[in-house]
């Protein structure tokens, strides 16, 4: 195989040398190269096509050596597509329909795609996902209990009482300070505070002992214990019941994705109609009765 390809990469690496001397990369060429890259059978890959393939910039040696494995790449996939035609009998290359569907499924996915992200809104105001929230509540029922959490997880051999203090008597002051000690101490933390959690990924992360979950959640005093020779400081700021209408602050995000998708099927939707319309007011479109 090497040596069959030996001549297209004597043309390839000329015309990519001759390229990068233009201080051009091989796929930026505006000048048409008709010259072919290999043959498989009757089917032809031209060097356009290989070219397509490297990207622009780079070293010419590396230009060859991509190109290279491409078209190796190409030269096994038309052998096996061409015994794979002989191997089977003519009803199980009844492709065509399927072909069909799936180019269409592409075109329009391309097309549906552009024509919305031209036209979509995608900021959501307060108002509006408030309103949604109120109105679509069965649709954010908690499947699990929820929470929002300060944590600090330190190796046990650390002293803690500076920082236990500080993370007792909470303030917005204190979180740079607070931030600066995990560090200092190799601790992992969490001190955002935004974030809602399923006590589920939580409890992976911090390994709590509940017994009494919703009395435990309801905690808003610091948690102190220890672990796996490693030592947490706990502040739960607010939490969710399971099998109710999770917060409003913890579902902002799934809010603002359902309206946004709502904007994008109405716009597509609104297309629809209006290109079905025009096709049949302009006589493009004719139905026949058997």
């Excluded at 990068?20 to 290999?38: D, E, F, L, R």
């Excluded at 809104?121 to 929470?147: C, P, Q, R």
């Excluded at 002992?209 to 020779?229: K, M, P, V």
């Excluded at 995000?253 to 302009?282: F, G, T």
Aim: with cysteine; aromatic share 8%.
């Amino acid at each position: 195989m090497q040596a069959a390809s030996a001549p297209w990469l004597l043309a390839f690496g000329t015309i990519c040398i001759a390229m990068a001397i233009g201080s051009v990369g091989c796929s930026n060429s505006t000048a048409p190269v008709t010259s072919a890259a290999a043959r498989v059978g009757v089917e032809i890959l031209s060097m356009e096509a290989v070219i397509q393939h490297v990207p622009p910039g780079i070293d010419p040696a590396d230009s060859v050596a991509i190109a290279e494995r491409y078209i190796e790449q190409w030269i096994r996939e038309q052998i096996l597509v061409n015994q794979a035609e002989k191997a089977l009998v003519n009803q199980e290359l009844g492709f065509e329909a399927e072909l069909t569907a799936y180019r269409n499924a592409l075109v329009l996915h391309s097309y549906k795609e552009r024509y919305a992200n031209e036209r979509l809104e995608t900021d959501v105001s307060e108002e509006e996902a408030i309103a949604y929230y109120e109105e679509n509540e069965k649709s954010f029922v908690m499947t699990d209990y929820g929470l929002r959490a300060l944590f600090i997880n330190a190796p046990s051999s650390v002293q803690v009482d500076e920082v236990r203090d500080a993370f007792s008597n909470l303030d917005s002051t204190q979180i740079i300070s607070i931030e600066g000690w995990c560090v200092d101490n190799a601790a992992i933390y969490a001190l955002d505070g935004e974030t809602w959690w399923d006590l589920s990924d939580f409890i992976r992360e911090v390994p709590m002992n509940l017994y009494r979950t919703a009395s435990q959640l309801s905690n808003r005093r610091l948690i102190e214990f220890e672990a796996n020779d490693r030592i947490y400081l706990v502040r739960i700021l607010e939490h969710a019941l399971k099998d109710q209408v999770a917060p409003f602050s913890a579902v902002r995000q799934e809010v603002e994705e359902m309206i946004v998708h709502q904007r994008r099927q109405s716009i597509l939707l609104d297309m629809e109609e209006q290109l079905v319309v025009k096709a049949w007011s302009e006589g493009n479109v004719e139905r026949y009765t058997p």
